[in-house]
C-alpha cells in the first residue's frame, strides 16, 4: 500500500501544480480545501455549507454566536439592541466604526436594502421565507409577485399608460418610455416596501425591525448568513430592469474580486475558478487584526479521495468536508494512535425515516401505520446501535428524539421511546394485531399486516439502513418488508405524494430554535412529509408562538417534542449526523503545541466554524514550550 499511497501523493502534487500554473495562489497562513466549487458570494442567494462558511469571513451580521459556547447570541455588527415590552420591536445601534473593505461606513440603510432584495422574489433567495417574521414582509413578498405577473401580462401600450406622467411625457421614444415605466414599477415596490415591512433605519447607525408576531429565536436569525448586507452602490451598478416583465435582472460580477466590497474581517483578493480562493484581512475592519490567521487559501478539490489525499500530503491545513467510504476507518485509526486528524463533529441534523401517517395509502387501502400504536412498536423494535454498526459505522449518535440534545440553549430533551420488544409487542397487540404461529402478524379477522414498502434513495447507506429495519421487524413483529430504491428525483416526488409507507428522511435545523424542527410535524407544513396532522401538537406549537416568556416557551416546545417523539411518532429518528473533517489537533497525546495543529475549531452541533477564529499552531510555539519545561 505504501508505494501506492506515495504514486498517488506525487500525482495529487502534480495535478495541483497543472492546475495553479498560470496564474498560482500563494500559501497562506491558513490552507484550506474545499469538497467543491463556491456557488455565490452574494450573501442574500447563499444556500450551500460551503458558501455560508465563507459569508461569516467576508461578511459581519449585526449579531454572532458564541461557537466555544452554548451557541449564546453576542453583538457583531450592532453593538447592542433594545427590545420592546410587546417582544416586537427590536432597535439595533451599530457599531459606527464598521467600514466596508472600500473605507465607506456600513450604514443601517444598508441593511434596509439587502433584506428587501431578499424578499423581492426576483432575487430567487431559497431563505426569503426565514424574512417573513418581520412585520409585512410575507405579504410583501406575494405583493410583488403579483405585481410583477401582472405587469408582465400587460401589452406595451399598457404598460406605458399604466404610468400616465410616462405616457404624457413628449419627446421619449417607445423604447424610453418602456424603460421609465420599469423603473416606476420598482419605485413603486420600493415605496410599497416602506410602507408595509417593519423595516425602517432611523439614523446612519440605528436599525428598528418590526415583527408579525413575538420570535424568540429573531436574533439568531440576525447571525445567519443570508441576514448579512451587502454594498448597494455595487450590487445597483450590475443591475438593470428587464422591460417585458419588469424584473429586476442581476448580473453578479460585483461578488468577484477585486470587485467585491465586504464588511467582514477578511476580503477575497483573488478567486480562480476551481482553482482556489485568496482572502487577506480586511484593512478596514473595525476591530484591527480581528483575525487570527492574516491571509486564508481555499481549494476546491470535488473528488473526494484526491482531497483526503492532498491534505496527507501536507497541501492544505483543513479539510472541511470528508466525503469517503473510508472515513470510520480513519477514526478507528485514529483511536488506535494512527493518526491524529480524523475528527468527527455531531450536528444539528437527523437521520430519520418518515412514517406515513395518513388513514389510507395512495392505492386505497387502509394504512395500518395511521394508528400510532403500531408507529410506536415499529419504533421500539428497532436496535440502532446495530444499524449504525452494519450502516455506517462511523461514530454517529443514535437519536430517540428529533432535535439533537444539547444543540439548543435552555431546550431539555425528552427521553423517546426506548429499544424494548416486549412492550412494543404490547402496543401491536392493543392496535389489533397479533404474531401468529407462523410468525406472521395478522388482525382478528385473519388478515396478514400489509407488506410494508420502503422508499428510500439509491446511494449512501440507505439500502443497509432499510435491509436492517426490514429483518427487525420481521423477526419481531411478523412484518414483511419490501424495498424501494429510487434515484433521487424520483424519490423526493414518491415522498411529497406519500407514495410510500416508510421514507428515509434527513433534516438539518436552519436556526437556534426548536421550531426548526416541530415545524415539520404541524398540519400543511411544505415539509411535512408523513401527513402527520395532530390538534394538540398544532395547538402546542399556535401557544409557542404566542408566549413571551422565553422560559414558558420551551417548555410548551419540549412538550411538543415529547408527544410527537413518544406519542403520535411521525417519524422514526435513527441517528443524530455527524460532519467529518480533517486537521491535526491543536495539542498533543500529552498536551503540548502540536505543530501543524489547527486552533480554534468549534465541537459544538451547530458546526459553525468562523474562519477568523483559525490559526495553525506554530513550531515556534512548541519550542517556546519546551523551553519553558526545561526551564522548571
Same mark, same amino acid.
Given at each position: 500500500?505504501?508505494?501506492?499511497?506515495?504514486?498517488?501523493?506525487?500525482?495529487?502534487?502534480?495535478?495541483?501544480?497543472? $492546475?495553479? &500554473?498560470?496564474?498560482?495562489?500563494?500559501?497562506?497562513?491558513?490552507?484550506?480545501?474545499?469538497?467543491?466549487?463556491?456557488?455565490?458570494?452574494?450573501?442574500?442567494?447563499? #444556500?450551500?455549507?460551503?458558501?455560508?462558511?465563507?459569508?461569516?469571513?467576508?461578511?459581519?451580521?449585526?449579531?454572532?454566536?458564541?461557537?466555544?459556547?452554548?451557541?449564546?447570541?453576542?453583538?457583531?455588527?450592532?453593538?447592542?439592541?433594545?427590545? +420592546?415590552?410587546?417582544?416586537?420591536? *427590536?432597535?439595533?445601534?451599530?457599531?459606527?466604526?464598521?467600514?466596508?473593505?472600500?473605507?465607506?461606513? @456600513?450604514?443601517?440603510?444598508?441593511? @434596509?436594502?439587502?433584506?428587501?432584495?431578499?424578499?423581492?422574489?426576483? =432575487?430567487?433567495?431559497?431563505?426569503?421565507?426565514?424574512?417573513?417574521?418581520?412585520?409585512?414582509?410575507?405579504?410583501?413578498?406575494?405583493?410583488?409577485?403579483?405585481?410583477?405577473?401582472?405587469?408582465?401580462?400587460? #401589452?406595451?401600450?399598457?404598460?406605458?399608460?399604466?404610468?400616465?406622467?410616462?405616457?404624457?411625457?413628449?419627446?421619449?421614444?417607445?423604447?424610453?418610455?418602456?424603460?421609465?415605466?420599469?423603473?416606476?414599477?420598482?419605485?413603486?415596490?420600493?415605496?410599497?416596501?416602506?410602507?408595509?415591512?417593519?423595516?425602517? %433605519?432611523?439614523?446612519?447607525?440605528?436599525?428598528?425591525?418590526?415583527?408579525?408576531?413575538?420570535?424568540?429565536?429573531?436574533?439568531?436569525?440576525?447571525?445567519?448568513?443570508?441576514?448579512?448586507?451587502?454594498?448597494?452602490?455595487?450590487?445597483?451598478?450590475?443591475?438593470?430592469?428587464?422591460?417585458?416583465?419588469?424584473?429586476?435582472?442581476?448580473?453578479?460580477?460585483?461578488?468577484?474580486?477585486?470587485?467585491?466590497? =465586504?464588511?467582514?474581517? *477578511?476580503?477575497?483578493?483573488?478567486?480562480?475558478?476551481?482553482?482556489?480562493?485568496?482572502?487577506?484581512?480586511?484593512?478596514?475592519?473595525?476591530?484591527?487584526?480581528?483575525?487570527?490567521?492574516?491571509?486564508?487559501?481555499?481549494?476546491?478539490?470535488?473528488?473526494?479521495?484526491?482531497?483526503?489525499?492532498?491534505?496527507?500530503?501536507?497541501?492544505?491545513?483543513?479539510?472541511?468536508?470528508?466525503?469517503?467510504?473510508?472515513?470510520?476507518?480513519?477514526?478507528?485509526?485514529?483511536?488506535?494512535?494512527?493518526?491524529?486528524?480524523?475528527?468527527?463533529?455531531?450536528?444539528?441534523?437527523?437521520?430519520?425515516?418518515?412514517?406515513?401517517?395518513?388513514?389510507?395509502?395512495?392505492?386505497?387501502?387502509?394504512?395500518? $401505520?395511521?394508528?400510532?400504536?403500531?408507529?410506536?412498536?415499529?419504533?421500539?423494535?428497532?436496535?440502532?446501535?446495530?444499524?449504525?454498526?452494519?450502516?455506517?459505522?462511523?461514530?454517529?449518535?443514535? %437519536?430517540?428524539?428529533?432535535?439533537?440534545?444539547?444543540?439548543?440553549?435552555?431546550?431539555?430533551?425528552?427521553?423517546?421511546?426506548?429499544?424494548?420488544?416486549?412492550?412494543?409487542?404490547?402496543?401491536?397487540?392493543?392496535?389489533?394485531? &397479533?404474531?401468529?404461529?407462523?410468525? $406472521?402478524?395478522?388482525?382478528?379477522?385473519?388478515?396478514?399486516?400489509?407488506? @410494508?414498502?420502503?422508499?428510500? +434513495?439509491?446511494?449512501?447507506?440507505?439500502?443497509?439502513?432499510?435491509?436492517?429495519?426490514?429483518?427487525?421487524?420481521?423477526?419481531?413483529?411478523? @412484518?414483511?418488508?419490501?424495498?424501494?430504491?429510487?434515484? =433521487?428525483?424520483?424519490?423526493?416526488?414518491?415522498?411529497?405524494?406519500?407514495?410510500?409507507?416508510?421514507?428515509?428522511?434527513?433534516?438539518?435545523?436552519?436556526?437556534?430554535?426548536?421550531?426548526?424542527?416541530?415545524?415539520?410535524?404541524?398540519?400543511?407544513?411544505?415539509?411535512?412529509?408523513?401527513?402527520?396532522?395532530?390538534?394538540?401538537?398544532?395547538?402546542?406549537?399556535?401557544?409557542?408562538?404566542?408566549?413571551?416568556?422565553?422560559?414558558?416557551?420551551?417548555?410548551?416546545?419540549?412538550?411538543?417534542?415529547?408527544?410527537?417523539?413518544?406519542?403520535?411518532?411521525?417519524?422514526?429518528?435513527?441517528?443524530? *449526523?455527524?460532519?467529518?473533517?480533517?486537521?491535526?489537533?491543536?495539542?498533543?497525546?500529552?498536551?503540548?503545541?502540536?505543530?501543524?495543529?489547527?486552533?480554534?475549531? +468549534?465541537?459544538?452541533?451547530?458546526?459553525?466554524?468562523?474562519?477568523?477564529?483559525?490559526?495553525?499552531?506554530?513550531?515556534?510555539?512548541?519550542?517556546?514550550?519546551?523551553?519553558?519545561?526545561?526551564?522548571?
Amino acid at each position: 500500500m505504501r508505494p501506492v499511497l506515495v504514486i498517488l501523493a506525487i500525482l495529487v502534487a502534480i495535478t495541483f501544480s497543472v $492546475l495553479a &500554473f498560470d496564474r498560482p495562489l500563494p500559501r497562506a497562513e491558513l490552507n484550506l480545501i474545499n469538497g467543491t466549487e463556491f456557488i455565490t458570494l452574494d450573501p442574500q442567494r447563499m #444556500t450551500y455549507a460551503h458558501d455560508i462558511r465563507l459569508n461569516y469571513a467576508i461578511y459581519e451580521t449585526l449579531t454572532r454566536w458564541d461557537t466555544y459556547s452554548d451557541f449564546e447570541i453576542i453583538p457583531g455588527l450592532a453593538q447592542e439592541w433594545s427590545v +420592546s415590552d410587546d417582544t416586537l420591536e *427590536y432597535t439595533f445601534r451599530l457599531d459606527p466604526n464598521g467600514r466596508w473593505s472600500n473605507g465607506s461606513p @456600513v450604514l443601517a440603510e444598508h441593511f @434596509v436594502y439587502s433584506w428587501r432584495r431578499a424578499l423581492y422574489p426576483d =432575487t430567487a433567495a431559497d431563505y426569503s421565507n426565514l424574512f417573513f417574521v418581520i412585520e409585512g414582509a410575507e405579504d410583501f413578498f406575494h405583493w410583488r409577485a403579483r405585481q410583477l405577473d401582472e405587469y408582465t401580462a400587460l #401589452t406595451n401600450d399598457q404598460k406605458i399608460a399604466r404610468f400616465p406622467d410616462i405616457a404624457e411625457t413628449p419627446g421619449l421614444s417607445r423604447n424610453e418610455r418602456l424603460a421609465r415605466a420599469a423603473q416606476a414599477l420598482r419605485q413603486e415596490s420600493i415605496d410599497h416596501f416602506n410602507n408595509t415591512v417593519g423595516i425602517r %433605519a432611523l439614523d446612519d447607525h440605528t436599525l428598528q425591525v418590526r415583527l408579525e408576531r413575538p420570535t424568540a429565536y429573531f436574533l439568531d436569525l440576525c447571525a445567519f448568513a443570508v441576514f448579512a448586507p451587502c454594498y448597494p452602490p455595487l450590487v445597483e451598478r450590475f443591475a438593470s430592469l428587464e422591460t417585458s416583465t419588469g424584473r429586476i435582472q442581476q448580473a453578479y460580477d460585483w461578488t468577484k474580486p477585486p470587485l467585491l466590497i =465586504t464588511n467582514g474581517p *477578511y476580503v477575497p483578493t483573488d478567486w480562480q475558478f476551481k482553482r482556489g480562493m485568496f482572502l487577506e484581512r480586511n484593512p478596514y475592519f473595525r476591530i484591527p487584526d480581528f483575525a487570527k490567521s492574516a491571509t486564508v487559501r481555499i481549494t476546491p478539490i470535488n473528488d473526494p479521495n484526491t482531497a483526503v489525499l492532498a491534505f496527507q500530503t501536507g497541501l492544505a491545513d483543513f479539510l472541511t468536508d470528508v466525503r469517503v467510504d473510508y472515513i470510520a476507518d480513519m477514526l478507528a485509526q485514529k483511536e488506535q494512535g494512527l493518526n491524529d486528524y480524523a475528527q468527527a463533529i455531531s450536528t444539528f441534523g437527523t437521520y430519520y425515516w418518515n412514517f406515513n401517517c395518513r388513514e389510507f395509502l395512495n392505492d386505497g387501502r387502509r394504512n395500518p $401505520l395511521h394508528d400510532p400504536r403500531v408507529r410506536r412498536a415499529f419504533a421500539m423494535t428497532v436496535d440502532k446501535h446495530a444499524i449504525m454498526m452494519v450502516a455506517t459505522r462511523a461514530g454517529e449518535k443514535s %437519536a430517540s428524539v428529533f432535535i439533537p440534545p444539547g444543540s439548543i440553549p435552555g431546550f431539555n430533551s425528552p427521553q423517546g421511546l426506548p429499544y424494548d420488544i416486549e412492550r412494543a409487542r404490547r402496543e401491536f397487540n392493543d392496535a389489533g394485531w &397479533f404474531i401468529g404461529d407462523d410468525g $406472521l402478524a395478522r388482525n382478528a379477522q385473519g388478515d396478514l399486516f400489509p407488506t @410494508v414498502r420502503l422508499l428510500f +434513495s439509491t446511494g449512501s447507506y440507505n439500502g443497509a439502513v432499510a435491509l436492517a429495519l426490514g429483518q427487525m421487524w420481521r423477526e419481531h413483529l411478523g @412484518v414483511r418488508a419490501e424495498f424501494d430504491a429510487k434515484e =433521487t428525483k424520483a424519490y423526493r416526488a414518491d415522498l411529497q405524494r406519500q407514495n410510500y409507507m416508510l421514507a428515509r428522511g434527513g433534516w438539518f435545523g436552519d436556526y437556534g430554535d426548536p421550531t426548526t424542527f416541530l415545524s415539520l410535524h404541524r398540519t400543511g407544513d411544505g415539509n411535512n412529509n408523513s401527513a402527520h396532522s395532530d390538534p394538540y401538537f398544532d395547538d402546542l406549537l399556535t401557544q409557542a408562538e404566542n408566549e413571551r416568556d422565553p422560559e414558558k416557551r420551551m417548555r410548551i416546545l419540549e412538550e411538543a417534542e415529547r408527544y410527537t417523539m413518544e406519542e403520535t411518532l411521525p417519524i422514526l429518528t435513527i441517528f443524530h *449526523y455527524n460532519w467529518y473533517f480533517l486537521y491535526k489537533s491543536p495539542e498533543d497525546a500529552q498536551g503540548r503545541p502540536n505543530p501543524g495543529g489547527l486552533r480554534g475549531m +468549534s465541537n459544538h452541533p451547530r458546526n459553525v466554524q468562523y474562519l477568523w477564529l483559525l490559526e495553525v499552531v506554530r513550531q515556534e510555539e512548541l519550542d517556546a514550550h519546551l523551553a519553558a519545561e526545561a526551564a522548571r
